[in-house]
């Protein structure tokens, strides 16, 4: 029979260390355990018996906040597993937050948003004073065979049962990275240089809208279909020419399309396209290690993608009291480091080193001429576990995923069979260096690893310069598989992009020796100098 146990004075969970716990059924979900008041400062304990909290919501729009705080809705979607009997008999103050607003207690859902309830609880039907470890974190029962003053928080994503499956685009242009209504315009219209090619464009409109669906919780990437460019560009008056923009073009809008190939629902978006001020008169920001090409000048350049950041973390703290010195920037008069050196200003800089949040950043630089350029990216701050792990994201190729590999020895990786897709969640536990490609460990006291290249904030408090040779290539070691939807084979180019008159078929598998980055596009070298193959077309292990 459970205890009857009166429970008063918990804190709500705060997200400052904590250590990740996948839970099943929710997008990205994730319980996560603070130190409370631990009995031990040990983790990981082999001795004592295991307690496993699992948080699952299932929360619509339409769902109240505040119907998630009760203490049957936290006995409801909060699972005790590993002792029986043992259960949840009582909570503090609990509250739900919003992730992508640092913490911020809600009161009403939006779809596809991520948020966390954060409580703490007692547990009860254990053994009197005795130890336990719960999600690898050790307390000690009272004598009544209670665990009290237990922090946990777990995450879930809103849906909108109106829309589920219906796909649509985000909108990339826009700081918080918002979903387009269907048929809408992207935020801010792109450049384009005349005689530009439709490749380029298509990479382009890539890189400012990206189809995406919501189904039971889950988002997945889609696929863009660019439709006929050609003739969308005709009906405006603009003729393509070997497959490149004409020098009169001035500018234009292209419709894209993506489709759910489950139910078949479709979705459109609108880029609109103008042509380009001479971009070397704006002022240009580099990067430290790439003194060749600017990160930015005028529209122009790649720009930064986002900063993933510890809660609390040195890299975190360096990062709020000097963006700039922290990812070594500089800016100059125009496309040329020996024009002379001028100031770049941070425009805004909200981040909060201690909260867990996604912080819109903003750069400007002015020259002496008045042109300006200014450099916009995320800063994720994401949860740091007290065990030194850290939870962290998987950057790949959208709808694709990184092999997860079994260490041998100093000298060997064996592929385990299993994949982490691009965008999920994982927890880094520790990390190996084999053949000098470094690798993180993924699941926690088991042998599966992933390439740290693979993971966002490798370098989240050190700066690694990539080794590059005096042809601008960054050494990359790996095998890629060849991706090709199309029909027949894949073409390879030159260093230069001149494509060479070789082939390689789809699915077949080569090693790599660099990548470089080519007429703004990213290619792989499988061979020799006259070898590259785009990324677009190649699968990276």
């Given at each position: 029979m459970k205890k009857n146990v009166k429970y008063l004075g918990m804190a709500a969970a705060a997200l400052?260390?904590?250590?990740?716990?996948?839970?099943?059924?929710?997008?990205?979900?994730?319980?996560?355990?603070?130190?409370?008041?631990q009995a031990s400062g040990n983790n990981n304990t082999t001795t004592a018996p295991r307690i496993t909290l699992n948080g699952s919501v299932n929360a619509t729009v339409s769902t109240k906040p505040s119907e998630l705080t009760t203490l049957s809705?936290?006995?409801?979607?909060?699972?005790?597993?590993?002792?029986?009997?043992?259960?949840?008999?009582?909570?503090?103050?609990?509250?739900?937050?919003?992730?992508?607003?640092?913490?911020?207690?809600?009161?009403?859902?939006?779809?596809?948003?991520?948020?966390?309830?954060?409580?703490?609880?007692?547990?009860?039907?254990?053994?009197?004073?005795?130890?336990y470890?719960?999600?690898?974190?050790?307390?000690?029962?009272?004598?009544?065979?209670?665990?009290?003053?237990?922090?946990?928080?777990?995450?879930?994503?809103?849906?909108?049962?109106?829309?589920?499956?219906?796909?649509?685009?985000?909108?990339?242009?826009?700081?918080?990275?918002?979903?387009?209504?269907?048929?809408?315009?992207?935020?801010?219209?792109?450049?384009?240089?005349?005689?530009?090619?439709?490749?380029?464009?298509?990479?382009t409109i890539a890189a400012t809208v990206a189809p995406m669906v919501n189904e039971n919780g889950n988002t997945r990437p889609l696929t863009i279909n660019y439709g006929d460019i050609t003739s969308q560009l005709a009906n405006q008056g603009i003729t393509v020419t070997d497959g490149h923009l004409p020098l009169s073009a001035s500018s234009f809008y292209l419709t894209v399309s993506t489709t759910n190939p489950v139910n078949g629902k479709t979705a459109t978006a609108k880029v609109q396209f103008n042509k380009a001020d001479n971009y070397k008169n704006f002022p240009a920001i580099?990067?430290?290690?790439?003194?060749?090409?600017?990160?930015?000048?005028?529209?122009?350049?790649?720009?930064?993608?986002?900063?993933y950041l510890g809660v609390g973390s040195t890299g975190a703290k360096a990062f709020f009291s000097d963006p700039i010195g922290y990812l070594k920037l500089k800016a100059y008069t125009v496309n040329n480091t020996q024009s002379g050196q001028i100031d770049l200003k941070v425009l805004s800089n909200n981040i909060n080193p201690n909260k867990v949040g996604v912080y819109p950043i903003t750069l400007r630089a002015t020259n002496p001429n008045g042109y300006t350029t200014e450099l916009t990216f995320n800063v994720i701050v994401n949860p740091v576990a007290t065990d030194g792990s850290r939870v962290a994201t998987v950057q790949y190729k959208a709808g694709y995923g990184v092999n997860v590999w079994n260490v041998v020895n100093s000298s060997n990786v064996s592929f385990s069979g299993k994949r982490v897709m691009a965008g999920q969640s994982v927890t880094i536990y520790g990390e190996k260096t084999v053949n000098g490609v470094k690798y993180y460990q993924i699941t926690k006291n088991k042998n599966e690893y992933i390439q740290a290249q693979y993971v966002d904030g490798a370098s989240a408090d050190t700066t690694t310069k990539p080794s590059t040779d005096n042809k601008g290539e960054e050494s990359v070691s790996g095998v890629l598989t060849v991706r090709y939807d199309g029909k027949g084979k894949v073409g390879l180019t030159n260093a230069n992009g001149k494509y060479t008159g070789q082939y390689v078929s789809k699915n077949s598998r080569w090693k790599v020796f660099a990548k470089k980055t080519i007429n703004g596009r990213e290619f792989y070298r499988i061979g020799n100098q006259n070898q590259w193959i785009p990324a677009d077309f190649s699968e990276l292990d």
């Open positions: 400052l260390a904590v250590a990740p716990v996948a839970t099943t059924g929710v997008a990205n979900a994730a319980t996560v355990i603070t130190d409370g008041n809705a936290v006995q409801r979607d909060l699972k005790v597993s590993g002792i029986s009997g043992a259960s949840v008999v009582g909570i503090g103050n609990t509250v739900v937050s919003n992730q992508q607003t640092g913490g911020v207690a809600v009161t009403s859902f939006q779809a596809g948003q991520t948020y966390w309830v954060q409580t703490s609880v007692a547990i009860a039907g254990l053994k009197a004073n005795t130890k470890s719960v999600n690898g974190h050790d307390y000690t029962s009272t004598a009544r065979g209670v665990i009290e003053n237990v922090p946990v928080s777990y995450s879930f994503v809103a849906t909108d049962a109106a829309i589920q499956g219906q796909p649509y685009f985000v909108d990339y242009t826009t700081a918080n990275h918002v979903n387009l209504a269907n048929g809408a315009f992207a935020y801010k219209a792109q450049a384009f240089t005349p005689g530009e090619s439709i490749a380029d464009i298509q990479d580099y990067q430290d290690g790439n003194k060749d090409n600017p990160i930015k000048q005028g529209n122009m350049g790649k720009g930064l993608g986002t900063i």
